[in-house]
């Protein structure tokens, strides 16, 4: 290949309609591209970002009104990718933590991009910890990768644009005025999640019932300490139109949450519980479905090997989120044809989202045909 042909490939990025690119295969425009950007290195870079929140958000156990994240951006050629960790001060990361981590990640000693298993294996082999650090240049990588195809990667695993779920909107606990104006601002949404967890429990679902019927699904986030409490709580939920209960006991329960989930009327789901590949066989028989997250999973990668799993031994799936950017979740919004159930709102409880992706129609998951994770930076 001459040097301005060369060139002239690596500088068109791949656009839509460049005669020479015209009808190629997904393989053969990355070939193609791999050998124009021959002489390239992939070159990760990040900063910390300070999501702020539309209300504060109140769990069982913490409230908040901001969520540090860390963007990252790998550059290949003329392609770059973005990623994301985003990082609850709930959880053990830090944008210090995620910058320590990622200071010590060296992408330009690989030569092929698409080598993704060696890749993020040994990214994440440098520390035991950190998945959210981790998850954003899994997520960045992805998102170059299909844009080096030119193809979005539901395309790329072979799933459904249309076979999207609808999201749920998260409702955090907060006084019954607050509840109510929540609810009213989810109008569009079909299915709301409700935080749980603490004294005000019922008083939360009964406020709800009072302006919507809408099917309910629940978050405890760990805050009931007693098993017969929980399953008593089932069975009242139930009678109040809940769909399932999320992570009602904490996380080490097995044997509680084992006996919850035979007992109960309602599907028990596990999310502080169900970290990352490991965690999943762990999950069957003590729960009924496990939430997946990319910033636990350390990234979409082993996020769709924990479905794929999920599924071979029977268990629901749910694809869930922290509060983020438009980009995580338009990454996680890639595997939700996938999912029994979606909780994608993450970046619509924020106010500064710098990027343009997934939107929700109508309360469903809508993805966008652009390639890689379906992002745009505004």
């Given amino acids: ?49 300070t999501l702020e929140l539309k209300h504060v958000f109140t769990l069982a156990t913490s409230s908040r009104s901001t969520t540090p994240v860390v963007l990252t951006q790998i550059s290949y050629g003329a392609l770059t990718g973005y990623g994301e960790a985003s990082m609850p001060p709930y959880l053990s990361e830090s944008q210090e933590s995620a910058s320590a981590f990622l200071s010590r990640v060296h992408l330009e000693k690989y030569d092929n991009p698409f080598e993704l298993e060696t890749i993020l294996g040994d990214v994440d ?28 990667w539901y395309n790329i695993w072979g799933l459904a644009k249309d076979k999207t779920p609808y999201t749920s909107f998260t409702i955090g606990i907060d006084t019954p005025e607050v509840v109510r104006q929540k609810v009213k601002e989810a109008a569009e949404f079909k299915i709301l999640k409700v935080k749980l967890g603490r004294d005000t429990d019922k008083e939360m679902i009964e406020t709800i019932r009072s302006v919507t019927d809408k099917p309910l699904c629940v978050d405890v986030n760990q805050g009931w300490k007693d098993k017969e409490f929980a399953l008593e709580m089932a069975h009242w939920l139930k009678d109040r139109g809940v769909v399932f209960v999320e992570q009602p006991m904490p996380k080490s329960w097995f044997d509680e949450h084992a006996w ?46 924990m479905i794929v799993l999920a599924r071979s031994l029977g268990l629901k799936v749910m694809i869930g989120c922290m509060t983020e950017t438009s980009c995580a979740i338009s990454a996680a919004s890639n595997l939700s044809p996938l999912a029994d159930w979606a909780d994608l709102d993450g970046a619509l409880l924020t106010k500064n989202d710098p990027f343009e992706g997934m939107k929700v129609i109508d309360g469903k998951i809508t993805l966008q045909d652009w390639p890689g994770i379906g992002v745009k930076k505004i």
């Fill in 260 to 305: 919850l989930t035979e007992r109960s009327p309602l599907p028990i789901m596990g999310d502080e519980a169900i970290q990352r590949l490991e965690d999943v066989p762990r999950a069957h028989g003590a729960y009924s479905g496990i939430n997946v997250k990319l910033m636990k999973s350390t990234g979409m990668r082993e996020a769709y090997k």
């Fill in 125 to 152: 082999a440098i520390a035991s910890e950190n998945p959210a650090a981790k998850a954003s240049v899994d997520i960045a990588l992805h998102d170059l990768l299909g844009k080096i195809m030119r193809q979005p």
């Fill in 1 to 49: 290949m001459s040097q301005t042909r060369r060139e002239f490939v690596k500088n068109s990025a791949l656009v839509a309609g460049t005669s020479i690119l015209a009808g190629r295969s997904p393989e053969a425009l990355a070939k193609t591209y791999l050998d124009a950007a021959s002489s390239d290195r992939l070159k990760l870079t990040f900063s910390p970002y």
